[in-house]
Structure formats: C-alpha cells, structure tokens
C-alpha cells in the first residue's frame, strides 16, 4: 500500500485567489493523479502529474486553471486558480506504484470558495 | 468512452443481511476493475482490485466478481454491519486510458442496527 498525505485538509477561501494543494506520498511512486469530486457526484480526473515534465491534462481542464508540479516521485502540488464558488471541491490526489496495479488516495482536501 | 454505471444509487438493509452492489462498463476492453469506499467527506479506501484475465477477489467479508465480456461487475457484502456504511465506488482502468480511473457513481449504504 501508500500512505498519502494532503495538504491542506480543508480550506475557504474568497473568490479570485489561488490556493495550492500539496501530496506526499510515502515510498515513490510511478504514477501521480489529481481529481476532483464535486458535491453529490463522483469522481473526475484533473490531470496526471508527470515528474520532470508538464502534466498531461484532461478535456474540460487546463493549466492557466489548475497548473500541477511535480518536482520528484513522492510529491506534487495542484494550484486551483482565480478561484469561484464553482471551484468548491473535493480534491484528491491518487498514486499507483506501476501500471495497472491499485491506486491508492490521499485524504482529500475539501474546499469551499465563497 | 468509457462509461460506468452504478445501480442502486442508493440502499438500506438492517445489520446481518447480504447485500450485492452492482457495476456495469460500456467498453469491456479494461485492465483491471477496482472497488472503493468513500465515508463522509473523506478520501477513497481501495476495498478490491480484480485484473481483467481474473474472475473474482475476496477480502474478509467482501467479495468482487468480474464478468469482463459482459461489461459486469458485483461486490458482494456479508453479514452486513452498521460500520459498512458508507459509499461504495466502482472504477475501471481501460486499456486506452493508460492509469486512469473511470468512476461510477456510487452507491451509498445505509447498514441499519
């Protein structure tokens, strides 16, 4: 397994400003994953965070929106930009240690833009 | 594209009973099919992971089947208890989605004492 971290684990925040997300994961990690998880729904893929270069994002998502950094393999940071109360969110962060194996996932951070 | 579905939305039994929770994907090519669970504004707990060449996995009282050419999958839940309550998500990984994870919608379990 993978013991994940997030930071933070709640926040509320005003509308136009930015915050950033943070995970660590406790061993490396091939794959890292941001998704979101909007009230009453599931989930949805933001991006894959690739280590050493851009993320790859999915349709609907961009990175003026929501740039991602991932410096090294137990780490990576998602920004949620110019924020509106549309942003209001569960953020989770996912990591798999090799393809197709399990993915495992942070605690989430739940964010409520007023 | 893929699409997973989650039926019933939404379930209440009294504590003991055996309940079954259903997943069914539209594109049956997937490398593997994964069972969550998620309790009140938390994250995700993975419950089962079954490979795509697998047909069912077992962990204590749950048990995931997979039925691939038919897009189905089940987790059944024994002896239910009122500390299983919770929502329970189903996702695949496609073949041509590299890791990414495709989510039903859930079903949310209500065990009552």
């Known amino acids: 397994s993978a013991v994940i971290s997030q930071k933070p684990s709640r926040d509320i925040c005003q509308r136009g400003t930015s915050l950033t997300i943070q995970c660590q994961v406790d061993s490396q990690v091939t794959m890292m994953f941001w998704y979101r998880q909007q009230p009453g729904q599931s989930l949805t893929l933001i991006a894959t965070?690739?280590?050493?270069?851009?993320?790859?994002?999915e349709s609907g998502f961009v990175i003026d929106k929501f740039p991602i950094s991932r410096p090294n393999l137990t780490f990576s940071t998602l920004t949620v930009s110019n924020m509106s109360p549309e942003d209001s969110s569960i953020y989770l962060c996912?990591?798999?240690?090799?393809?197709?194996?399990?993915?495992?996932f942070g605690p989430g951070t739940r964010l409520l833009v007023l | 594209k893929q699409e997973v579905t989650q039926i019933p939305a939404a379930l209440s039994v009294p504590e003991g009973e055996n309940l079954v929770l259903n997943c069914s994907f539209t594109d049956s090519a997937i490398y593997n099919l994964q069972w969550f669970r998620q309790d009140p504004g938390k994250g995700l707990t993975s419950l089962l992971l079954i490979q795509s060449s697998q047909r069912e996995q077992t962990s204590g009282r749950l048990n995931a089947s997979l039925d691939k050419s038919s897009g189905r999958s089940t987790l059944y839940i024994a002896a239910s208890q009122p500390g299983d309550s919770a929502t329970y998500l189903c996702a695949v990984m496609s073949e041509t989605s590299g890791s990414r994870l495709t989510f039903g919608e859930g079903t949310q379990l209500t065990v009552n004492p």
């Open positions: 965070a690739n280590q050493g270069s851009e993320a790859t994002y």
């Open positions: 996912s990591v798999e240690r090799r393809l197709t194996e399990t993915q495992y």
